[in-house]
């Protein structure tokens, strides 16, 4: 696979349940994101993770918990989710240059999530 | 706080016509603006960009402006081909952030063969 891949591409589940949304890039950068695509605000940035550690969180309830093991790899773990909490859920790469040009984020398929 | 606003929602060209999108941002500190197409069902790609050292920048059939000074940037999109029907993304960078990106509300483009 190349590219940034996203898993499951689908997912519905109830209010009680814990699931887990999984990125992984291929292409050797080091910077990650998490994003919430919905009618409402069509892109919006929940978490960034430079060289693993994360540095920006947009005030994102605390039901959804992100974790970077390794620059390759990313998670969004889910709890006690909301309806409103359905959407899109993208992930994103670049190669972040700290002080210096900015660069093209890539980005994953999505996880379609819909909350019963 | 930081903002970016995307005008039209939807835009409605006949083939062969251009098209423009404007967006204007609030933070006077962003320095980066890139444009995304996202065709349905499918994931957002970069199609260009500009840095706020440049006041245009043209890949063939697509262009961007930016006017620092108004805090406003364009797409404009010439010689509309039918494979141009997307919805079209800008955003801005927030302050010297090299990754922090706040996106438009997208437009829907739509170009009638």
């Known amino acids: 696979e190349t590219g940034v891949t996203q898993t499951p591409r689908h997912l519905v589940m109830g209010m009680t349940n814990k699931k887990s949304l999984k990125c992984e890039q291929h292409l050797g950068h080091n910077a990650m994101y998490w994003y919430k695509q919905s009618a409402k605000k069509p892109l919006e940035l929940m978490f960034v993770?430079?060289?693993?550690?994360?540095?920006e969180n947009n005030s994102v309830p605390s039901r959804f918990s992100p974790e970077c093991p390794n620059s390759s790899h990313l998670f969004l773990h889910l709890h006690t989710l909301q309806p409103e909490d359905s959407a899109l859920y993208l992930c994103?790469?670049?190669?972040?240059?700290?002080?210096?040009?900015?660069?093209?984020?890539?980005f994953g398929p999505g996880t379609r999530l819909t909350v019963l | 706080g930081e903002n970016v606003e995307q005008h039209p929602s939807t835009l409605s060209v006949q083939e062969g016509d251009s098209a423009v999108i404007k967006c204007t941002y609030s933070?006077?500190?962003?320095?980066?603006f890139p444009w995304y197409k996202q065709e349905l069902g499918k994931r957002p790609q970069l199609i260009i960009d500009?840095?706020?050292?440049?006041g245009e920048k043209k890949d063939q059939r697509i262009a961007v402006t930016l006017n620092k000074t108004a805090k406003h940037f364009s797409l404009h999109i010439t010689e509309t081909q039918p494979e141009d029907s997307a919805v079209y993304f800008c955003a801005a960078s927030i302050g010297d952030s090299s990754y922090k990106l706040i996106f438009g509300s997208g437009t829907r483009l739509l170009v009638r063969p």
């Open positions: 993770y430079s060289l693993e550690e994360r540095v």
């Open positions: 933070d006077s500190a962003s320095n980066y």
């Open positions: 500009i840095r706020s050292n440049v």
């Open positions: 994103a790469s670049s190669q972040d240059q700290m002080g210096a040009s900015y660069n093209e984020q890539f």
